[in-house]
């Protein structure tokens, strides 16, 4: 059974630091790793797919990486902004194409 | 292009209640899936139609719990009689194909007291 793991759990920063939030996964046989943004009241957006046979995926301020066999994902965020506060969810997928996703990431970056 | 929009955003009722949600998928989008989750826990995978036809319903927690596609546009998902332990924010998402990315609707916040 897949288990996704994201830590940190919270992370409060100021205006302008470089931040990475970390993604862990147990099974490492699978299709696609998926980084969603969740805004208060909003649907889940999503921000970055990388594809099982891809290290890294870049869009923006954002970079994602993915290493398979140690089951590890990173998304890495430059010079943060108010803007990126949200909850950053990791979602892998397996053959079933149903997404497994982690508990989230709580990101507050003050002015 | 609408998105997925889901009915009600908030639901609030007593333990015993019917409650039906609804989710429109954006057009065209033969896959809807619906998720769940409970605070403080990960969301969760709920079930899977493909047009009207469920694919995947492994994730339904019990019978208490029916969803349907009538017509293969929008999808309800009936929680009779709920429960306490049936709070929590219902996802809806679609996709064109199984493969695909999928769109996530707003969610439904449900109370269950």
């Known amino acids: 059974k897949q288990e996704v793991t994201q830590i940190p759990a919270a992370l409060s920063v100021p205006e302008g630091e470089n931040l990475v939030l970390n993604c862990s996964f147990t099974?490492?046989?699978?299709?696609?790793l998926q980084w969603f943004r969740q805004d208060p009241g909003k649907g889940l957006t999503s921000l970055l797919l990388?594809?099982?046979?891809?290290r890294e995926q870049t869009s923006g301020r954002l970079n994602a990486s993915l290493d398979k066999s140690s089951g590890r994902s990173t998304l890495y965020i430059a010079a943060s902004q108010p803007g990126d506060s949200a909850t950053y969810l990791c979602?892998?997928?397996?053959?079933?194409?149903?997404?497994?996703f982690g508990r989230g990431t709580s990101l507050i970056v003050h002015p | 292009e609408a998105g997925v929009t889901q009915f009600p955003s908030h639901s609030v009722i007593e333990k015993g209640q019917t409650v039906t949600l609804r989710c429109d998928p954006i057009?065209?989008?033969?896959?809807l899936y619906w998720y769940r989750r409970v605070m403080g826990k990960e969301i969760k995978f709920l079930l899977h139609?493909?047009?009207?036809?469920?694919?995947?319903e492994s994730g339904m927690p019990n019978n208490r719990f029916l969803a349907e596609r009538t017509g293969g546009t929008y999808s309800t998902l009936k929680v009779q009689p709920a429960e306490l332990e049936d709070s929590g924010v219902y996802f809806c998402?679609?996709?064109?194909?199984?493969?695909?990315?999928?769109?996530f609707g707003p969610g439904t916040r449900l109370t269950v007291l």
């Open positions: 139609f493909v047009k009207e036809s469920k694919q995947d």
């Open positions: 998402a679609s996709s064109p194909n199984r493969a695909d990315t999928q769109y």
């Open positions: 979602a892998v997928t397996i053959g079933s194409y149903i997404p497994t």
């Open positions: 057009s065209g989008h033969d896959n």
């Open positions: 099974d490492s046989a699978i299709y696609n």
């Open positions: 990388i594809q099982s046979s891809q």
